[in-house]
């Protein structure tokens, strides 16, 4: 376009003045660097084992008093001790063959299930929605059969008992919280 002129800026440079932050900012840093600096021999300070006037041992940071030191822990380090372990006579493990390992685990799930307290199964009648799975375990035991393990919704069976004879109570647990309890009379003939 003739005839038009265009008026440019003059680019200059301006000097950086430092303002209050970044004074602040190199405070900090030189009080952390001294502080850093202040505390770096603490962090070396030794242990000194020191004879008392009484004659008991102390330890302390400190050196000891000329004449009373026992041991510098930096210069004279403890051994490291090694107790040997024996096994004593008639104690010799001998590894089992499998189908003796096979048996006894059996025989020991059996015996763990029999040493479980069962609860009452008396408790059964009064079971109510709302408690947890936790609180029914602990007031009639472990269910006999269950259902759904680690899904959302979890059934658990309890078969008839001396205390509760000729009735199946099934709980259904949404979540952990029990939300139906169903029970049913068997007649036996």
């Avoid at 800026?9 to 602040?24: D, E, H, L, Y």
């Avoid at 096994?87 to 003796?100: D, K, L, S, V």
Wanted: contains cysteine; glycine residues 8%.
């Amino acid at each position: 376009m003739p005839g038009k002129r265009y008026r440019t800026a003059s680019m200059k440079r301006s000097t950086c003045t430092i303002g209050p932050w970044p004074a602040f900012v190199r405070a900090t840093a030189a009080v952390c660097t001294l502080v850093l600096l202040l505390a770096s021999p603490l962090a070396n300070a030794g242990i000194y084992k020191c004879a008392r006037d009484d004659g008991s041992v102390t330890y302390q940071e400190d050196p000891c008093p000329a004449g009373r030191e026992l041991r510098n822990f930096d210069r004279d380090p403890p051994p490291v001790s090694v107790v040997p372990f024996r096994i004593p006579p008639g104690f010799e493990t001998q590894t089992p063959t499998p189908r003796a390992t096979k048996a006894r685990e059996t025989s020991e799930r059996k015996s763990r299930k029999s040493a479980e307290p069962q609860g009452n199964a008396a408790e059964r009648k009064f079971l109510v929605p709302g408690i947890g799975e936790g609180e029914v375990v602990a007031r009639i035991g472990r269910p006999d059969m269950s259902t759904g393990a680690g899904r959302k919704t979890v059934r658990w069976t309890y078969l008839p008992a001396p205390d509760d004879p000729q009735t199946v109570t099934t709980l259904t647990f949404e979540l952990g919280r029990l939300v139906q309890v169903e029970r049913k009379v068997i007649r036996t003939p």
